[in-house]
């Protein structure tokens, strides 16, 4: 089986939504990844967490299959992130403050045993940490990078820099408008396509998420929930799906995307029920296949016939 390597955030997070406020829940892009991905594939995670991180969750990740070799605990706090999502828009999450604490100053330091990892999740952090990260694996597969608007404001270049070896980029629709200055969302997907990676994953929050890769466009739905509580983790859930899938693949082409899609739209329709990842550490992989399955439904329609028109 192959393994799927990430980098990103272990963090405490402060989260506010219609439905309450939690404060110093588990969160972090990589934590969220992890939880997500070990449904599908072995997972070797490198972050680092202060002394104030429960052993309890790291305990939890490893019994599920993740190896913290790469996973340092320093002196100091752990990474915090405040956010809130106003009135019913829980599309689109507001950052109140962000404190990088142990994530200032960590040099990442690949284990011997990661450096030939296939399948890499450059999740959403520092993109030089990023940039670190990359340069110490042999020859990946796959290279898929994630972000957010902290950093595509705070670290441009960096993250340019990035995406010129980047294979699969996960955005959202905002963060691309951002990035590429382009109005249209096909145009900005043009313009990523020039700099580096060739396949765009757009993520839509309720309205799900569209894949470009050369001339096919696929368009996911959003399973639709009763009670979206707290939609923090939903991408970074949702490319656990989309990755631990295609881990095992052996060829990355237009079937195994479009359901690997599937794969992360099930996985983030769960995250999204609960706060923090309390809805990742109850799941079991039998209501994982029943939403597979209701998916299914939801996007299947016939069009062997044409329309009856007049
Ligand atoms: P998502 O909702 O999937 O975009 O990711 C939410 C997670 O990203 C939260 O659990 C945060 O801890 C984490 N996060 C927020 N801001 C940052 C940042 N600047 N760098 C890395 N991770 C972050």
């Known amino acids: ?17 219609p439905y309450g406020k939690r404060e110093f829940v588990l ?31 790291l305990e939890r990740l490893a019994q599920r299959g993740v190896d913290l070799e790469g996973l340092q605990r320093t002196t100091g706090k752990t990474f915090h992130w405040t956010g809130v999502y106003y009135g019913e828009d829980m599309n689109q999450a507001h950052t109140l403050d962000t404190q990088l604490n142990v994530f200032e100053h960590f040099t990442p330091q690949l284990p011997e045993s990661y450096r030939e990892t296939k399948t890499v999740l450059l999740a959403n952090i520092d993109p030089e940490l990023q940039l670190k990260v990359l340069e110490q694996i042999k020859s990946p597969r796959l290279v898929a ?34 990035l590429s200055g382009q109005r249209s969302l096909l145009s900005g997907v043009h313009w990523l396509r020039e700099r580096g990676p060739q396949i765009i994953v757009v993520k839509r929050g309720e309205y799900g998420a569209m894949l470009f890769y050369r001339d096919m466009i696929f368009s996911a739905p959003a399973f639709p929930l009763e009670d979206v509580r707290d939609p923090t983790g939903a991408g ?47 799941l079991t992989p039998d209501e994982i296949q029943q939403r597979f399955l209701a998916f299914q439904k939801l996007v299947h329609f016939d069009a062997s016939h044409e329309l009856p028109l007049r």
């Open 27 to 57: 969160g972090g892009s990589a934590n969220f990844f992890s939880m997500s991905s070990s449904f599908f594939a072995p997972v070797r995670m490198v972050a680092v967490v202060g002394e104030d991180f429960p052993q309890e969750h």
């Open 145 to 178: 990078c994630d972000t957010m608007n902290f950093w595509i404001s705070g670290k441009r270049m960096a993250l340019m820099k990035v995406l010129e070896h980047v294979d699969l980029f996960l955005l959202n629709e905002k963060e691309l408008k951002d």
């Open 236 to 282: 970074d859930t949702f490319a656990g799906g989309l990755l631990g899938y295609l881990a095992d693949v052996e060829e990355i082409n237009e079937l195994h995307l479009r359901r690997a899609m599937i794969a992360g739209s099930v996985m983030a329709s769960f995250v999204v029920e609960q706060f923090s990842c309390d809805r990742l550490i109850s």
């Open 1 to 17: 089986m192959s393994h799927l390597l990430v980098i990103g955030s272990v963090a405490f997070d402060t989260v506010e939504t």
